[in-house]
């Protein structure tokens, strides 16, 4: 008598070392697509961070570059009170200008800064723009109301160039009453 053995494909020990390849091929090839896939993502991240922080240099440059042109007609016009002798006057624009550049220096320093500060070195820059203009035109400075100043967080230096622009581009050339 003789026995024909299964062919090798058929054996059990056959099925489960390929149930095991297969298994382990299918894990394998789930760590390399999963490893791939964390890396795109690592590499957009990454990619991201240096976007926001080239930005954030940016801005910060931005934010230093107040206008020299301005600058210099603010001390010309103290200096010209100076000259002429108004010299409480010029004490107090002198402390204006003072208390402007310390809060553009202080804020520059942070990423964002509540709106409330914001509006008081708003206030200052418009109060030499209008002493720069010999008081040409008149501005007030209104924070909506049902909102608290000090949660509003905003970048520094952030609506000064919009201010700057209006009276530059719109309050300059108007006619009549001009009110910021």
Not at 32 to 44: C, G, I, Q, Y
Not at 53 to 64: D, F, G, I, N, S
Request: some cysteine; charged content about 20%.
């Amino acid at each position: 008598s003789f026995t024909i053995e299964a062919p090798f494909w058929q054996k059990t020990s056959f099925k489960i070392l390929s149930g095991v390849t297969i298994a382990f091929m299918t894990g394998l090839l789930f760590y390399a697509w999963s490893r791939r896939l964390r890396h795109r993502e690592f590499v957009k991240r990454e990619k991201l961070k240096l976007q926001n922080h080239l930005l954030q240099l940016e801005q910060k440059a931005l934010q230093l570059q107040m206008n020299p042109h301005f600058i210099f007609n603010a001390l010309t016009s103290i200096k010209s009170l100076v000259v002429r002798q108004h010299l409480p006057e010029a004490q107090e624009e002198i402390n204006a200008f003072a208390q402007l550049m310390r809060g553009i220096l202080n804020n520059s320093r942070k990423s964002s800064i509540p709106l409330s500060a914001e509006a008081a070195v708003l206030e200052s820059y418009l109060h030499l723009e209008q002493l720069c203009h010999q008081n040409r035109f008149d501005y007030t400075v209104r924070l909506p109301e049902g909102i608290d100043p000090e949660e509003i967080e905003l970048p520094p230096m952030l609506i000064q160039p919009f201010v700057e622009n209006a009276i530059k581009h719109g309050l300059r050339h108007k006619h009549g009453p001009k009110l910021l």
